[in-house]
């Protein structure tokens, strides 16, 4: 059984360097947009703005980018370069060769892009970074594989509510290296879902997770529901299960977690589980030491994850809803 | 000459002498049957078999909804059998649209790209104020369908048959696109009632009512409107209640099994059907068949 390679976000050096003691293998990042073009504002080259809640999102200079790349390299860490829009347009085809020469010049390992059109015109660039689909292109079922092979591709990650029976067929029956969502992420078809956390009005924030009233015939029938709300957030239980069947590539999201260093707590902690399994010890015996030396397990974990049933691939309200 | 389109999920219609009769006096065209977020809204095949042999006096087109791993087999089956019944098929993903390529390459199907594959950012319900700080030149880029770009014409000309019709919504920057579109070839569709803003594979309806997927049929019909009232509050892990002002500003949305769906765009409906090679009509959308007929009559007169 080996190890999966844990991927984290990063904005600056310091996030970098906190990931990177915490145990990440990989680190994924953007360039601001306003570096590329100053008419940008929320928008830049990949699937989050600038800004999220008035946090920067992406890394701010070219320079700091440099920083970072050097860093991580090393350390033996590899840095996934995003450029993973739902979709571009060619109006914006010199900017964007700017960013991706940007990432080349500074040495990035592979390229996270989401549109099968981005992913054509960089082959025909003579691009041979590795590509990594990323889960905004949604890639539900291996048939549309298929695109990806004849484009190359060296990676898949799958939709967040993949269920753990999947992630094992597209071990089976694919060559790609396979990423899943570790923590936290959509309750919705993510790729394919407009409610988007918008940047400009913080009073909106991520619309998978809203509250809504529901009218059932026009009657209200309840209030305040988290309507939309199936995000499976945690997979921590499911770390060696996931070892045995080969994942590649764990996600940990959070470019724009306000505070650094308890975002890479969670890398720390998909770690660490990974380590005590390879010491050959049991999840019940596993949450028993993390609740005893982790002040994260019981002030966050089991609050905002085991007792909301917000488990990945256990069997849960929300993955009861999960269309099989 | 515009075609007129029936979308129906409630297949009881189609078994429905008088519904059928009705819809050919007012001069529909097509039928579609299907959706676009589960396949377990799909009508079995002994009803498909029913529903061929009622409506032979119309086009038919199946709408096969986005297809996870574990089901896309049935799904495979499913279109498999379809495909030499109907004269289109809607997909809604890109595996769906590899398999019925690589399967049935010999039938010619007409396929058309539903909204689980085409979309814009105008999709997104508060997609204006994103795009307040932005620059005309981003705003038309990100703003225009995400199969209008140069790059997305490659790859369909490269690794597809590349005979589609794409479905819009109308809205008023997306129906910019329809020109470009038609001018590379494509028939454009338009969804003249619900803008498709989320799918998700979590259901929201099965969950709602605290029902396993796959026994909620009986739900999957039920008129639900949702109004966005609370925010998700990171650092408190809940939500939070958000001011009138950004209430205001937010749309009423319905939701139809696993798909939530904002309005249309009223201004826009003129542009729209000068722009459509097909229009069509959602009969979720409608109280009754007298509303929808009476809406079809107003609207596609003259057109």
Redesign the interface.
């Known amino acids: 059984m080996k190890k999966i390679a844990i991927m984290a976000p990063t904005r600056n050096l310091e996030m970098s360097v906190l990931h990177i003691e915490a145990g990440a293998s990989e680190l994924y990042l953007g360039l601001n947009g306003r570096v590329i073009n100053s008419?940008?504002?929320?928008?830049t080259f990949n699937a989050r703005f600038n800004r999220m809640d008035g946090i920067p999102v992406q890394v701010e200079s070219v320079e700091e980018l440099g920083r970072i790349v050097d860093y991580a390299h090393a350390n033996n860490v590899k840095i996934n370069y995003t450029a993973n829009?739902?979709?571009?347009?060619?109006?914006?085809k010199k900017d964007f060769d700017r960013y991706i020469d940007i990432g080349l010049e500074v040495g990035v390992d592979a390229l996270i892009l989401s549109?099968?059109?981005?992913?054509?015109?960089l082959r025909?660039r003579k691009i041979d970074l590795p590509i990594l689909a990323g889960v905004f292109l949604?890639?539900?079922?291996?048939?549309?594989t298929?695109?990806l092979q004849?484009l190359n591709v060296d990676r898949v990650v799958l939709?967040q509510?993949?269920?753990f029976?999947?992630i094992c067929?597209?071990k089976a029956k694919t060559d790609f290296s396979v990423e899943i969502f570790g923590h936290f992420g959509g309750?919705?078809?993510c790729g394919?879902?407009?409610?988007?956390h918008?940047?400009?009005?913080?009073?909106?924030?991520?619309?998978?997770?809203?509250?809504?009233?529901?009218?059932?015939?026009?009657k209200l029938d309840?209030?305040?529901?988290?309507?939309?709300?199936?995000?499976?957030d945690c997979c921590l239980c499911s770390v060696p299960d996931l070892m045995k069947a080969e994942l590649d590539v764990l996600k940990i999201v959070g470019r724009e977690s306000?505070i650094p260093s308890v975002n890479a707590a969670t890398t720390r902690m998909y770690e660490i589980v990974q380590d005590y399994t390879l010491a050959g010890m049991t999840m019940p015996e596993i949450r028993n030491k993390l609740s005893r030396e982790e002040d994260v397990w019981d002030e966050i974990w089991v609050?905002?994850y085991c007792e909301r049933k917000r488990c990945r691939f256990k069997k849960t309200?929300?993955?009861?809803?999960?269309?099989? | 000459m515009k075609k007129l389109e029936i979308r129906v999920t409630d297949y009881s219609k189609l078994l429905d002498d008088e519904f059928l009769t009705r819809i050919k006096e007012i001069g529909v065209d097509v039928i579609s049957f299907g959706n676009e977020g589960c396949y377990l809204h799909l009508p079995d095949i002994d009803t498909v078999e029913t529903i061929m042999r009622k409506t032979d006096e119309f086009e038919r087109k199946a709408i096969i909804p986005v297809a996870f791993e574990s089901h896309f087999d049935k799904v495979c089956r499913y279109v498999d059998q379809v495909a030499e019944k109907v004269n289109a098929i809607v997909v809604n993903d890109y595996g769906t649209l590899r398999h019925i390529q690589d399967t049935h390459a010999d039938l010619n199907l007409n396929i058309s790209l539903g909204t689980g594959i085409s979309f814009s950012y105008e999709f997104t319900p508060w997609y204006a104020h994103i795009f307040e700080p932005e620059s005309s030149q981003i705003a038309d880029s990100f703003l225009r369908s995400n199969m209008d770009n140069e790059w997305m014409y490659s790859f369909f000309e490269r690794h597809t048959n590349n005979n589609f019709e794409i479905e819009i919504p109308v809205l008023p920057h997306i129906l910019n696109s329809s020109d470009n579109l038609k001018e590379k070839g494509y028939r454009i569709g338009i969804l003249l009632n619900g803008v498709l803003i989320t799918i998700a594979r979590a259901c929201p309806t099965a969950r709602y009512f605290k029902m396993m997927a796959g026994a909620c049929r009986e739900v999957c019909l039920k008129k639900i409107d949702v109004a966005f009232t609370h925010r998700w509050d990171f650092f408190k892990s809940d939500i939070i209640e958000i001011q009138p002002r950004v209430r205001e500003m937010i749309p009423d949305m319905k939701v139809f099994g696993n798909s939530m769906y904002m309005k249309n765009s009223e201004t826009s409906l003129e542009s729209a059907r000068q722009k459509a090679d097909t229009l069509i009509y959602d009969t979720r959308f409608y109280e009754s068949t007298d509303m929808m007929i009476t809406m079809i009559e107003e609207q596609f007169a003259g057109v």
């Open positions: 008419d940008f504002d929320n928008f829009l739902h979709y571009m347009s060619a109006i914006l549109n099968f059109g981005v992913m054509r015109y025909d949604f890639t539900p079922n291996i048939e549309q298929k695109f004849d939709p509510n993949i269920t029976e999947e067929e597209f309750g919705t078809n394919r879902c407009m409610a988007l918008s940047p400009t009005i913080k009073d909106i924030g991520p619309g998978c997770r809203a509250g809504f009233n529901v009218y059932i015939d026009e309840a209030e305040k529901f988290y309507f939309l709300d199936g995000a499976a306000p609050t905002r309200p929300i993955t009861d809803s999960y269309i099989i």
